[in-house]
């Protein structure tokens, strides 16, 4: 875990050049990840709650899962399985916060897989009460008829169809007060040139946060998004070349990308019923002063 005062959230490019194969590893990033929040202030918002996070691994997600443990929550994370050194990470920073972490390494893509990650996380953590959306495929292609249908299949099976089932596979769990979180994208309010499967798979992410928010207001869960903007994570690095990589987030008014725990926050709040009781079917950007997006 990085000291609690070091802050890297202001780095901006030029970034060491710099590529991973896909699924990336948060370890290897240079300059790593900002994920602890060092000036966050944990109120126990989330005192013995019990959250699942896929993609908890790394970037966004771990993130999270800190921030929750730092709120009082006993946390399940889903990763694949050649991840594991990055979720161990995870688990380790989240038990030095006093709280729980069971590692469960799957592929979301699955659906036997997203039944057997809740019963594991209710069996070994007691229950359920916030499902955080969050692992995602991404790749590059310069053209529609480039994208492979191999490809097009296989964003849409873990980006929305994991989507679907991990929260088909909760229901069977949450209770009034329960909360399922999604994340989205920028893509998917605004679409993205050379991201023509991720950005339709964000955009289906966020009609399916606002209609199964109307689905379930009347059984009292809530369900809501969070659509960021670039973020400094394996899975932009792995994504790009390391050219593109010194360049990452650049483009953005603020002239650099969110650091990990500048959009977990975000996840608090909507997890948390002193926060945002009255809010469901929400999408909220993180853009770094973009202000068009939706």
């Known amino acids: 875990m990085r000291a609690s005062g070091e802050r890297k959230k202001t780095e901006k490019p030029p970034f060491p050049p710099q590529h991973q194969e896909r699924p990336g590893i948060e370890a290897e990033l240079d300059p790593p990840p900002a994920y602890f929040g060092a000036e966050y202030r944990p109120a126990g918002k989330l005192l013995d709650k019990v959250a699942l996070i896929t993609g908890g691994d790394s970037g ?21 399985p050649q991840e594991e050194q990055d979720a161990a990470e995870t688990a380790r920073v989240v038990a030095a916060l006093g709280r729980r972490c069971v590692q469960i390494p799957g592929d979301v893509s699955e659906p036997s897989f997203c039944t057997e990650a ?14 955080v959306n ?46 399922i979180l999604n994340t989205g994208s920028i893509t998917g309010l605004e679409g993205s040139k050379e991201l023509l499967d991720y950005a ?10 606002k209609s199964l928010a109307k689905n379930l207001v009347d059984y009292g869960i ?18 790009r070349s390391a050219t593109e990589v010194s360049k990452f987030g650049a483009d953005t008014p603020m002239k650099r990308p969110a650091q990990p725990e500048e959009i977990a926050p975000a996840y608090v709040f909507f997890a948390s019923a002193a926060d945002s009781s009255f809010i469901t079917g929400e999408v909220l950007t993180a853009l770094g002063g973009d202000t068009t997006a939706g």
Not at 120 to 126: H, I, P, S
Not at 200 to 209: C, E, Q, V
Not at 222 to 239: E, Q, T
Request: with cysteine; net charge positive; glycine share 8%.
């Open 118 to 131: 809740v019963d594991r996380c209710v069996a070994e953590l007691g229950g359920l009460d916030i499902l």
């Open 222 to 239: 809530r369900v809501n998004c969070v659509a960021p903007g670039p973020v400094w994570s394996p899975l932009n690095v792995a994504d």
């Open 134 to 179: 969050n692992a995602a495929y991404q790749k590059h292609q310069k053209s529609l008829t480039a994208l492979p249908h191999e490809q097009l299949e296989w964003t849409f099976r873990v980006n929305v169809f994991g989507y679907f089932e991990m929260a088909r596979s909760a229901l069977r769990h949450l209770k009034r007060g329960g909360v």
């Open 200 to 209: 339709s798979t964000k955009g289906a992410i966020h009609a399916f946060t």
């Open 60 to 80: 966004i997600g771990r993130a999270v899962a800190v921030l929750y443990a730092r709120e009082g929550a006993d946390v399940a994370i889903v990763y694949l």
